[in-house]
């Protein structure tokens, strides 16, 4: 059973940076696509990013092309979410999700079937 555990979250200003890590522990990381998905309060978990088991594919909610940046490193079993210009509609709760099917870059969470705990990330106006 794979154990995900996401870092990284915290209380910043709306135009400064983040980067959420995800570290992979129990299952052989390198082959599974990885995702990352957020919930704010009162709303329904979201899309965000994904990333195939290589790297060399990626998807993106349109709400935060540009500004965030997924990658992975499979020697560490950690994925990233490098998150910049933050916005305060970006605030919820992030999530690591990963995918058995490793060429995939799903938007679906009903693809997923390992998830994190989640990281609060706060972005005051």
């Known amino acids: 059973q794979v154990q995900l555990v996401e870092s990284g979250g915290g209380l910043v200003q709306a135009g400064d940076s983040l980067r959420l890590s995800c570290a992979a522990s129990?299952?052989?990381?390198?082959?599974?696509?990885m995702g990352w998905f957020r919930q704010a309060p009162g709303k329904e978990r979201a899309f965000v990013a994904a990333i195939n088991w290589s790297g060399g594919s990626t998807n993106y909610a349109d709400s935060v092309k540009g500004r965030f940046t997924i990658s992975r490193d499979n020697a560490k079993n950690t994925v990233y979410l490098e998150m910049n210009s933050l916005k305060p509609e970006d605030t919820a709760v992030y999530y690591c999700?990963?995918?058995?099917?490793?060429?995939?870059?799903?938007?679906?969470?009903?693809?997923?079937?390992?998830w994190g705990q989640g990281t609060q990330v706060t972005v005051s106006s």
């Open positions: 999700a990963l995918d058995p099917a490793g060429w995939h870059t799903s938007t679906s969470g009903g693809e997923y079937s390992s």
């Open positions: 129990g299952r052989t990381f390198s082959s599974n696509a």
